[in-house]
């Protein structure tokens, strides 16, 4: 039973955490709030890499003198994507907030209800 | 030089990128020249390699000198090479359109306008150029971001607008990665070839399954398809004029054209993707009549013209799913086509914006004399929104109509025509408010006030084009789009 | 001499936009239309004799669709559309002049480069080799008449506009479904005398590519019940009405008419799928409801716009009868009922400027005071109600016989019925104008002769084309050869007979 | 290994859900740093070291930085 | 909004939770992830890029173009926030 | 930040610590080829250390990095690496093809050269950017 699940417990919680990142983007009307469940998305999106690249029993990806077995390693590849997610994940936070400070500016409010409210008048 | 051709197109506005803002720095005057410079020889570069293509066949370019699939791989077939022209096209337009006092005056200002336009640019030819899903991701997200920025950098209502739409956006891309992420666990490859020779394996898996469904939504969003198109309207009404017409000529385009990519040149024929491309065909049935609806109902001619993008992108979708080789002619044709007209619309409209101050419907009255070339372009390019010959829009209804009526599907057909006619109901309403009403009484005749050339002239060349390239349809169809067809459909 | 035929198509356009170009400058602007009007009417005549000799002048430009080019071809049938619009369009110009600066309108460089515009799309449509040209040039024409249209841009003008959009361009893309059909069955096929669709697909199929053909060039052609555009478009300045809602749209939706019925689906065709009765019948109710509701327009124009609507139909129970008299007798119905329709509006034109009166009671004693205009009123009243010595007895006893030929004297009855309606909404105006007391004291006199002349010039020629039909410019002889070369492959060998 | 890895899990988790439903967006801010450091320390006992720093160094102190500043530009509290 | 957040909150759960279990197991050393391309990597990358830490190597040799890409990315972005919020660059605030 | 945290302690804190943290991130840079780590991580760490000067001095801080300096950097940053993908252009190679680049090594030697530049660039990009955000996100109403 146990054997069934750990072998998917990885997707599973890249699939929760989706949902959570979901839930906050659509759901919370606070932009701020928006933007943390965003990058919880992203945070799914490379757990579920992560969990890709993983093999059992397998090491880090960077060489350890005498051990040559491609399966001794887990695969690089994914990391590398993940790498340049994150860095995509933090630029958009940054715009995001960009965005965020200046309709504060204008509004002076972070909740998506007020806003729109006020952009019907 | 001609093999690196696949790359230059895209790092030669991303070197004028990084450059504009030092150059502005340092030389006010100079950063827009440089702009203009860059894109033009993109422009050339992608013309000459798209006729190297048609020559030659195929050019693949391996990034790093890595063979695929282990490096990356830009590949310039008809399809990418046609997209890559078209794209540089309106971006030099848009380009003279913005001039070099873009965006509220400062040089430093200007220089990061002109600077994140180039990235935008670089972005979406990236997604056009590139074979690897992973690489369409990151292009994907240099592209979102800096439009983004260009989107905002209008008024107040333009950055919730571009809010919600990075929110929607990052949605998309996270579900576009997720997407690949399960087909790279299916096929260990990133490559779209390599991952097309392996997934043939696999359709039956129910993670295949999910793997097109959630590239398609993620696409389908970033393309504003109908009930996914929540954002675009906002975004394209508040954004300054040149932004509007850049992205709305381009930007869902390039979308859907990777929508393409996948579902007819990455995904296998049979199994999930057919039956997505089935389900996509009515959705995009109800795109077409909701958003020419939509439109109808406007009072903001920006919003009209926004909803109406999202009928347009329906008849896109809908010749995808039709598939046959006459539907896919047509959507392809649709996508070149809808680009130019929609982008001469927006140009028009935010110029008449930039203006007069003008955005309303009902205040168009007596614009016809006041701008009367401006008005004129109106004229043409909306006529061939309604599709009516010569112009381009009718030959790619044409040939959508006809792969309709080849496949039998006579909702579709339907729907094509109805779209038509309430096309022709919204664009005749602005029409009568430019030439036949005429502004408050009292007034006297507003004097004439055409657009300034650098404005006008761009306008003017897209709407030669939507005749031109309508006359000489034939030459685009045969040169280019039947060569551009997925393998079994092209001749 | 394969150009003109794109020559003529592209004077006018090019005197368009020189019209445009001199806006401020009203005597070059109108200089533009004659020598326009001038150049189209002379390339018009000089392919005549090549024509009759049984040439066909034709080249193809750029490949539009697959197998589709833009196909520009002068036969015996496109060009006595062509030499009626062209000819026509000489005197309408004269006209124009006189009226538009006698009523004092404005936007009249719009006006004259809609109008070369329009005449463009008529030559583009006469000379159509193919579908896909004709529906170009159709729906040019449908654009290039909408300003003319609402040229008043009052309310009235506007609503009117829109109907008639809503009817045409509607229609236009009911008539593209057609033609995306017809491209599927039978790809990059011309115009054929016979037509070429028989045995593509199931007579079904076909049957209702032919439904939606029709009711795309029946919009135009006004067959009840798509005619409601046609009296409400009579709001546009009465030369708009006559040259173009008298001959050049309703006769492109009619000539559009007899293409498609005999050149592209062919009269074996159409008696296969039953379609030909179908067609008679609904153009002879069109000939009598709208004659009935002619009688009860008391306004001159839309009681001759409903006229129009009843005469048009002639020319399509024509083109249904499917007999080579019938044929011939429709197509010459083009030119006959050209002449004379566009005499009558020219007077309403001339009334109005005069009197500003259009209603018909109005008129009494009218004609002694205008005798030129009522003179030409009357020639043109008698010609359309079928009296012999008149143009448009030609054309009848064509169609009479035709419809005897093809065995179906019901319709014989029709147009006899036709006829003494004629009398009965035309009579009462001249005898009004002629016998009538006249309500007040103010006395006119002829309008200018701008005005009258060219009135007086249709009107003459439809008298002497009504005794030698031949004359000038054989239109007489053109319909007969095209009605023939039309009927020659057809099953049923119906030809012979007819007037000498 | 195994429960190592289950308790970072349930971490994660227990974590993003407070971020979503904090209503102090300090106090939130202050949970995502966790969250992104639980989730590089999970990122490591996954083997992927070069992910796992990055986000730590990202996650939880650049974008961390980021969300404090704008904080403090802009409210603090949620409406509801 | 409320309405459509919980629609599509459904569907992507029903959705993920479905495909799941199809996909190769966390850790499994024969799935397409770890016998296609990778193995170049593991064999070869510091043979061929000189870099023992294979990350490094695929990052910035093989998959060299995403990290330009990437770089762009953030160069993006740090245009973006200047142009949206109106920063003024030199510390006397107008630079004409 | 008008309002910096300035005081003794933070700024002696800050003296401390900084020199600290530059030679972590060139260090981090440098060995990304060998250990986790890379242009990334190291100019985020660089760009940290400035922030941290930022908080610390406030906006107008002797040393550190100003507005325009950081705008340069990002923009040289990402001009060396594209820079040295059209290096290897010029060099008949294919774009980022560091193998080809005319140096007395052997070619992975040269690779490892090339690499470690566009570490630098991208250290250098991610450095100045990160400023440049924070910078932007900390002006206070200076908006135009």
Partial sequence: ?????????????????????????????????????????????????????????????????????????????????????????????????????RIHRHFGTLEEPEILERMRL | MTAHLPVLIVVLPLAAAVAVPLVALAFPKAAFAVACLALAAAGVASCAALSHVLAHGTLRYELGGWAPPW????????????????????????????????????????????????????????????????????????????????????????????????????????????????????????????????????????????????????????????????????????APAPVTGFIAAVMAKVSAYALFRVLYFVTPAEGASAQALMLLGWVSVIAVLAGSILA??????????????????????????????????????????????????????????????????????????????????????????????????????????????????????????????????????VFEFAYLKTPEAGQGTPPRQELPLHMLAPILVLTAAVLVFGLLNQQVVGGIIRHALPGALAP | MSRYPLLAVLVSLLAAGAILLSDRRPNVREAWTFVAAAVKFLLVVSMLPTVLAGGVIEATYAELLPGWSLHLRADLFGLIFALLASGLWILTSIYSIGYMRAGHYTHQTGYFASFAVCLSATMGIAFAGNLITFFLFYEMLTLATYPLVVHDRTEEAVAAGRKYLAYTLGAGQLLLLALVAVAVLAPGESFQPGGFLMGKAPLGVLGLVFVLGLIGVGAKAAIMPLHGWLPAAMVAPTPVSALLHAVAVVKAGTFGCLRLVHYVFGVDLLRAMGADTVLAVAAALTILLASVRALGEQNLKRRLAYSTVSQLSYIVLGAALGSTAAVAGAMFHIVAHGFMKI????????????????????????????????????????????????????????????????????????????GILNFAYFFPIIYTAFFGRPGQAIRFDEANPALWAPLAATAVVSLILGIYPNAGLQFYHLAWTAAESVMAGAGQALAGGGMP | ???????????????????VFTHDLLAAVAIFGAFSFFSAIYFAILGALDVAFTEAAVGAVITTVFFVTAIFRTVRRTKR | MKAVTWVVFALAAGVLFYAASDLPRVGDVESPASVH??????????????????????????????????????????LACLLILGVRLGAGGDDE | MRTPFGSAVLDAACRLFVPFVLIFAVYVVAHGHDSPGGGFQGGTILAAAVILIRLVHGQDAMWGLTRVGALRLACGGVAVFAGIGFLSLLFAGNYLDYGVLPLPLETVKVRVVGTLGIEVGVAMAVTGVLVLIFDALTAWGEED
Wanted: with cysteine; glycine share 12%.
């Fill in chain 1, 1 to 101: 039973m146990w054997e069934n699940v750990s072998g998917y417990l990885n997707y599973w919680l890249a699939a929760v955490l989706l949902l959570i990142g979901l839930y906050g983007m659509l759901g919370q009307p606070n932009l701020v709030k928006k933007l943390m469940a965003m990058n919880i998305l992203q945070v799914a999106a490379i757990l579920f890499f992560i969990a890709l690249a993983e093999k059992t029993g397998a090491t880090a990806p960077i060489e350890v003198k005498g051990l040559h077995d491609v399966g001794a390693y887990v695969n690089p590849l994914p990391h590398a994507l993940m790498l340049t997610a994150i860095v995509v994940g933090v630029s958009t936070t940054g715009v995001a907030l960009a965005l965020l400070i």
């Fill in chain 2, 71 to 238: 490096g990356i791989e830009y590949v310039v077939d008809p399809l990418s090479g046609g997209m890559g022209a078209l794209i540089t096209l309106i971006a030099v337009c848009v380009v003279v359109y913005a001039g070099p006092r873009a965006n509220g005056g400062s040089a430093a200002r200007s220089g990061m306008f002109h600077s994140l336009f180039l990235l935008l640019v670089t972005g979406l030819l990236g997604i056009v150029l590139t074979g690897d899903m992973f690489n369409l991701y990151v292009f994907l997200e240099i592209s979102s971001l800096a439009a983004y920025a260009l989107l905002a950098s209008g008024g107040i209502r333009g950055t919730v607008a571009t809010f919600r739409y990075l929110i929607v956006g990052t949605i998309a891309a996270t579900f576009y990665l997720l997407g690949t992420g399960y087909l790279y666990a299916l096929t260990g490859t990133l490559n779209m070839a390599d991952m097309a020779a392996r997934l043939t394996a696999v359709v039956d898996a129910r993670a295949y399954g999910v793997a097109v469904v959630l590239t398609v939504i993620g696409l389908a969003i970033k393309a504003a398809l109908f009930p996914l198109h929540g954002w675009l309207p906002d975004a394209y009404t508040y």
């Fill in chain 2, 296 to 429: 109808m109902a406007q009072q903001d001619i920006r919003r009209m013209l926004a909803y109406s993008s999202v009928g347009q992108m329906g008849y896109i979708v809908l010749g995808f799913a039709l598939g046959t080789p006459a539907a896919l002619i047509g959507a392809l044709l649709h996508l070149f086509g809808h680009a130019v007209m929609k982008g001469c619309l927006f140009l028009v409209v935010g110029g008449i914006q930039w203006r007069t101050g003008i955005y309303k419907i009902s205040d168009y009255a007596g614009m016809g004399r006041r701008m009367p070339l401006t008005m004129a372009a109106f004229v043409v390019a909306a006529l061939a929104m309604i599709g009516l010959p010569p112009t381009l829009g009718f030959f790619s209804k044409w040939y959508l109509l006809s792969g309709a009526v080849e496949a039998r599907a006579w909702l579709f057909v339907a729907a094509l025509v109805l779209s038509s006619l309430l096309g022709i109901v919204y664009f005749f309403r």
């Fill in chain 3, 343 to 418: 005499t009558l509006f020219f007077c309403a034109g001339a009334i109005y400027i005069k009197t500003h009166k259009l209603e018909i009671p109005d008129l009494a004693g009218l004609g002694r005071q205008m005798p030129i205009t009522f003179g030409a009123f009357t020639l043109g009243a008698l010609g359309l109600a079928g009296t012999p010595l008149c143009v448009g007895f030609v054309s009848k006893w064509n169609l009479g016989m035709g419809a005897l030929q093809s065995g179906q004297a019901v319709f014989l009855a029709v147009f006899v019925a036709s």
């Fill in chain 4, 1 to 19: 290994m195994a429960s190592l890895s289950i308790f970072f899990q349930v971490l994660i988790v227990v974590c993003a859900v407070a971020v």
């Fill in chain 5, 37 to 78: 391309v990778s193995p170049r990597y593991i064999a070869k990358s510091h043979d061929e890029t000189g870099a023992p830490n294979f990350v490094t190597g695929v990052l910035a040799d093989y998959r060299g173009y995403d990290t330009l890409g990437e770089t762009t990315v953030i160069f993006t972005a740090g």
